[in-house]
């Protein structure tokens, strides 16, 4: 005997499948391009803005950002792998082995470019840009 499969909840599990697919992709777009404060980063009176650098899928992204000197910039490791994060140029100290979920952040107070890689995953490379 075939199996039924009423039309509407198939029609419904492929209508939320194609938004769970929409939403994903527009997440992967907003990581792509320059990155933005962070929400909620309490910047101002003072403290620097905070710019967020998400370790996934074994690179950082975004690759490259472009931020103010005197930004905050925060390495979040969403992988199941931990990373480090190096300085190629030694301009700041390198993070501690980051698990899933960890954080690590420096602040950049001098104009130039700065290069960075994981120790672990040296194919893992990533650009600040300080204005």
């Not at 499969?5 to 997440?27: E, H, K, Q, V």
């Not at 992988?79 to 030694?90: L, R």
Request: a positive charge.
């Amino acid at each position: 005997m075939k199996a039924r499969y009423p039309r509407g909840r198939l029609a419904a599990a492929f209508c939320i499948a194609a938004m769970a697919a929409c939403a994903t992709s527009a997440s992967r777009a907003a990581t792509d391009s320059d990155a933005q404060p962070a929400g909620g980063s309490g910047a101002g009176a003072g403290q620097p803005a905070v710019y967020r650098v998400e370790i996934s899928q074994f690179a950082f992204k975004p690759n490259e950002i472009h931020v103010p000197a005197g930004a905050r910039i925060v390495w979040v490791n969403r992988d199941e792998e931990p990373h480090i994060v190096v300085s190629t140029s030694g301009a700041f100290k390198s993070s501690p082995a980051l698990d899933t979920n960890d954080s690590y952040a420096t602040v950049l107070t001098k104009s130039g470019t700065y290069t960075y890689f994981c120790s672990i995953h040296p194919m893992m490379v990533g650009k600040i840009v300080v204005r």
